[in-house]
């Protein structure tokens, strides 16, 4: 039975998954494919959270934790339902930009 869904990015879910019997491919997925500490994970959640930019969705954020963007082309490529002005773009690549 799920008792709570919560968005989770791949940094975020290897730390759920760490003490958890899980087959060694998954770990290695996560080796992989995680580019942050889960430590920076974590300020990079809070700090976008915080940020003013209201249509950040918990699974947008996780979206944003995996993939770094680089650019604007990049966020239009995680926002494809949500439209966002160039102030909002530029604030989530200025708070991406200090994890990288």
């Known amino acids: ?12 879910a290897e730390e759920v998954f760490e003490n958890a019997k899980t087959g060694r491919d998954i770990k ?10 889960a430590s920076d994970a974590k300020k ?7 940020s003013e930019v209201l249509k950040l969705r918990p699974e947008l954020i996780a979206k944003v934790i995996d993939i770094l963007p680089r650019d604007t082309e990049d966020i239009n490529n995680i926002f494809i339902d949500v439209s966002l002005d160039k102030n909002e773009i530029d604030k989530i690549l200025e708070i991406v930009k200090k994890y990288k």
Do not use: C, H, P, W
């Not at 290695?28 to 500490?37: E, T």
């Not at 990079?44 to 915080?50: A, F, I, K, S, T």
């Open 28 to 37: 290695q997925y996560f080796k992989k494919f995680g580019k942050l500490k």
């Open 1 to 12: 039975m799920i008792k709570n869904q919560t968005a989770l990015s791949i940094v975020e």
């Open 44 to 50: 990079l959640r809070q700090d976008l959270e915080n």
